[in-house]
């Protein structure tokens, strides 16, 4: 992966599962249930507002309103080496 990945799509599937797609075309759904720790992801664990996320332009990866994200390397490889719950 030589270029830099960014999300450029992102939809709330159910629970605290998220569909992406990637500004090279890979799409993937991913988990994020087991990454839900610490003070700024915490709020995260309420799926009224894990729902609430959102594509940031600015930063190119999905984004909470409290602040929350992920860096869109993360989720890539998330997608394309899903890690077994």
């Keep these: 992966m030589d270029e830099l990945i960014s999300v450029v799509e992102a939809r709330h599937v ?3 599962v998220v569909w992406l797609r990637f500004s090279d ?3 993937g759904e991913v988990d994020l249930r ?3 720790r610490g003070r700024i992801f915490e709020p995260l664990k309420d799926v009224a507002m894990f729902s609430q996320l959102r594509v940031d332009p600015e930063i ?3 984004a909470w309103p409290n602040g929350a994200d992920f860096a869109p ?3 890539y490889q998330l997608c394309i080496r899903p890690v077994a719950a």
């Design 14 to 16: 159910h629970t605290y």
């Design 25 to 27: 075309g890979v799409t």
């Design 34 to 36: 087991a990454r839900l």
């Design 60 to 62: 190119q990866t999905i």
């Design 73 to 75: 390397e993360s989720l």
